[in-house]
């Protein structure tokens, strides 16, 4: 097995419309990720996850500037989006 992988996630053109839905949905998730495993330890350790809070309001800072970059953006316009995810595989 190979120590790498590359996933082609997001790979063309959009409305501002498909670009805020697509872009929105993936910051939404990974929010909603780290708020519940903050949620999670909290239940488990009695004590927030710090780290994951610091990512979700990251997150949230993002997308709010996201929205407002998209909002400026001429009617009509496309946007290229292209992601990579690339994995690797570390060692403890």
């Known amino acids: ?5 590359r996933v082609q996630l997001i790979e063309g053109s959009f409305s501002q419309e498909e670009a805020r839905e697509v872009l929105s949905g993936l910051l939404t998730y990974k929010i909603n990720f780290h708020e519940l495993k903050n949620f999670s330890h909290q239940e488990r350790q ?4 710090a780290a994951s809070l610091q990512r979700a309001g990251a997150l949230k800072a993002d997308k709010a500037l996201l929205s407002s970059w998209l909002r400026g ?3 009509g316009k496309t946007i290229r ?3 990579v995810i690339h994995l690797c595989v570390e060692e403890p």
Request: without cysteine; hydrophobic residues 35%; negative net charge.
């Open 81 to 83: 989006l292209e992601s």
């Open 46 to 49: 009695g004590r927030e996850h």
């Open 73 to 75: 953006i001429e009617a």
């Open 1 to 5: 097995m190979e120590n790498t992988f």
